[in-house]
C-alpha cells in the first residue's frame, strides 16, 4: 500500500510556529452523532438604538457615540491592556516570574450599519477600513513593540455584539504568537538565505493546490499546516512587505478585494454568516525597532474559522488537542477545493 494523502494519517510542520499537526483524513468518513445545534441567524436592523456602537448610541461608560457615517475608533471601555499601571517587581526565582505589560486597547467600527459585514461590503468601504487600520498602526507604532488587529465575527467567536467591527490592541511586549514566528523566520533566512513566506508563497502558486482566491498582488490560501478545518492565509503573492504601512494604494484597494472575495467564500460554505477570528501579522514596530533588521518578516493575515461540517456543527479544540498535538480531519487540499469551487456572488445576493 502507498500513501495517498487523503487516506492515511501523517503529521505536518508548521515552519511559521515550529510545530506539527496531525491530519487523520480517514475520519470524515465516519458518521456523524455528536452535538447538532439550531442555526439561528435573523436579520438584523440597520440601526439598533440599544447597540452602542450604533451612531449616535451611549456606551455603557457614558460616552456618546457621533454620527459617524464610515468608520469609527474609540478607546475599548473594558480594555485588557493600559498605559499607565504599576510595574511587578524584579524576581530572580525561574518559577515566578513577571515582567511589565503596558499597551492600550481600542474598538474599531467597521461601518455605521448593523447589517453588513465585510463580504457583504463594497470594495470602497473596505478600502476606508484598511486606510484606518493603517493610520492606528502608524500612530500606535510609534510607541508599542506590538499592534494587533483583529476581528472576532460571530457568537461562536465569542463576539457579544453582531455590529461590524474589530479590536486593536497595542502592546509593550511581543505576544507569544508574534515571538514564534518571529524566531522561526529569522532562523530560515539565516538557514536558507531567503524569506519563508515569499518562498512559500512561490511554491504555493506553482503547485496551485491549496490557493482558495487570488487576484494581482494576494493570494488567499488554506496552509498546508491549517489546524481548523477552513482555515487559511491571505499573503502577498511575490513583493516584500514587512507591514500594513507599507502597503500601495493600489495594494490597499487588492487587498480588501481579496478579504471581499474569501469571506464570500466562506459564507457560501454553509449559507450563514461564517464566524472566525481574523488578524494581521506584520514585523515589530515601537521604540528601539528603528534600527533592527526584519527582513525576515512577510505581512500577512490569518483566518481560524471553528465551523466544521456544517453552520452547526463547529471543530471543538479539546482532548488530544488539548493535552497532546493540534489534530485536523479535512486535508488543506481538501478544504481550499470546497471553498475554490464555491461561487463568487454571496448567497443572499443570487437573485
Not at 8 to 22: A, E, M, S, T, Y
Not at 81 to 100: G, I, T
Request: hydrophobic letters at 35%; proline letters at 8%.
Amino acid at each position: 500500500m502507498s500513501f495517498n494523502a487523503t487516506d492515511h494519517q501523517h503529521i505536518r510542520w508548521n515552519p511559521l510556529k515550529g510545530d506539527w499537526v496531525l491530519v487523520s483524513p480517514h475520519r470524515m468518513k465516519r458518521p456523524w452523532t455528536g452535538q447538532v445545534e439550531k442555526l439561528n441567524e435573523q436579520d438584523r436592523p440597520e440601526f439598533d438604538p440599544k447597540n452602542p456602537l450604533c451612531p449616535g448610541v451611549t456606551r455603557p461608560n457614558g460616552d456618546v457615540n457621533p454620527q459617524y457615517t464610515s468608520t469609527f475608533i474609540f478607546n475599548n471601555d473594558f480594555p485588557a491592556l493600559l498605559e499607565e499601571v504599576p510595574e511587578p517587581p524584579p524576581s530572580d526565582n525561574p518559577l515566578f516570574r513577571s515582567a511589565a505589560a503596558k499597551g492600550t486597547c481600542k474598538v474599531m467600527c467597521f461601518s455605521p450599519k448593523s447589517n453588513v459585514t465585510i463580504p457583504i461590503m463594497s470594495i470602497e468601504e473596505m478600502r476606508q477600513v484598511i486606510n484606518t487600520w493603517v493610520e492606528e498602526l502608524q500612530e500606535l507604532g510609534k510607541k508599542f513593540k506590538w499592534v494587533q488587529i483583529f476581528e472576532n465575527k460571530g457568537e461562536a467567536m465569542g463576539c457579544s455584539n453582531p455590529h461590524p467591527h474589530c479590536q486593536i490592541w497595542a502592546s509593550s511586549f511581543l505576544p507569544n504568537e508574534a515571538a514564534a514566528k518571529d524566531r522561526n523566520m529569522m532562523n530560515y533566512k539565516i538557514t536558507m538565505g531567503t524569506n519563508l513566506l515569499l518562498d512559500y508563497a512561490k511554491q504555493e502558486e506553482e503547485k496551485n493546490e491549496r490557493i482558495v482566491v487570488s487576484n494581482n498582488d494576494w493570494l488567499a490560501l488554506v496552509p498546508y499546516w491549517a489546524v481548523w478545518p477552513y482555515e487559511t492565509m491571505i499573503i502577498p503573492r511575490t513583493r516584500h512587505i514587512l507591514r500594513m504601512t507599507d502597503l500601495t494604494d493600489d495594494e490597499k484597494t487588492s487587498l480588501a478585494d481579496i478579504m471581499k472575495k474569501l469571506t464570500t467564500k466562506y459564507d457560501n460554505l454553509f449559507e450563514c454568516s461564517f464566524p472566525y477570528s481574523m488578524g494581521f501579522h506584520g514585523a515589530p514596530t515601537g521604540p528601539g525597532c528603528e534600527g533592527e533588521d526584519f527582513d525576515h518578516w512577510q505581512f500577512h493575515a490569518i483566518y481560524f474559522p471553528p465551523l466544521l461540517r456544517s453552520a452547526t456543527v463547529k471543530k471543538h479544540m479539546v482532548g488530544y488537542e488539548m493535552l497532546a498535538n493540534c489534530q485536523r480531519d479535512l486535508t488543506a487540499e481538501q478544504a481550499a477545493e470546497r471553498l475554490r469551487s464555491l461561487p463568487d456572488t454571496h448567497y443572499k445576493r443570487k437573485n
